[in-house]
């Protein structure tokens, strides 16, 4: 168990729909990191948020937004979905604001659009 | 843009095996390059590694850096049916914001 809850751990949904993905870090942790798995992919880095702050951003859709709250869990919102926005979803985090170390994930959320 | 390039792709092998995993890195300002296993679900790490730390052993695990041929290998000797996952590489920069993972390999070792 890494200490990073992530949920929902399944999802599905229909195309054109909004959902939400919620992270809670390690405890003390101050960064969140959000990234997608899918098939054809690998792990895509979409965002980064450290003490409540987006630190770095990858690629992300404009569809897709996310923020960390002051008790430092986050949030990631995927709207307008479509078919190819199907993967697995993964939280990580870390204490600093960059990696200096591992980074500690979460089981992920497996969003799947109809 | 960082880049993380992973071979083979996929590795069938047999309990007892040795086999090696490779990565490439192209990266500004490097820092660091981790490797992780991951089996079903989140990824779990095994291995940092930077200029200053370009070797590590945990039991049958290895892996090395070669800063010169930017590149890395994992290497697990006498394979083991739990040994089974896609194995994930991946490198940070100076600024530390994020880490770049390759696609991975997928090993699976048979009985």
């Known amino acids: 168990d890494s200490g990073v809850t992530q949920t929902p751990k399944h999802l599905i949904t229909a195309t054109g729909q909004r959902v939400t993905l919620r992270c809670s870090p390690r405890?003390?942790?101050?960064?969140v990191y959000w990234y997608q798995q899918s098939l054809d992919q690998g792990l895509q880095f979409l965002i980064q948020?450290?003490?409540?702050?987006?630190?770095a951003k990858g690629n992300i859709l404009e569809r897709f937004s996310a923020q960390q709250f002051p008790d430092l869990h986050s949030e990631l919102n995927l709207s307008s979905l479509e078919l190819g926005d199907s993967a697995l979803y993964f939280c990580?985090?870390?204490?600093?604001?960059?990696?200096?170390?591992?980074?500690?994930f979460g089981e992920g959320s497996r969003l799947t659009v109809l | 843009e960082d880049k993380v390039v992973q071979s083979p792709l996929s590795l069938v092998v047999h309990e007892g095996d040795t086999v090696t995993l490779n990565c490439s890195y192209e990266?500004?300002?490097?820092?660091?390059l981790l490797w992780y296993k991951q089996e079903k679900k989140a990824p779990t790490f095994l291995f940092m590694l930077t200029s200053s730390g370009i070797e590590k052993k945990s039991g049958r695990l290895s892996s090395i850096l070669d800063k010169k041929e930017l590149s890395s290998i994992l290497n697990i000797t006498a394979t083991q049916t739990g040994d089974s996952a896609i194995y994930l590489c991946a490198v940070t920069e100076t600024s530390g914001s994020r880490l770049t993972f390759g696609e991975g390999t997928q090993l699976t070792v048979n009985p």
């Open positions: 990580a985090s870390s204490g600093g604001a960059g990696v200096s170390g591992e980074l500690f």
């Open positions: 405890s003390g942790d101050l960064s």
């Open positions: 948020y450290y003490n409540g702050e987006e630190r």
């Open positions: 990266v500004t300002n490097f820092r660091s």
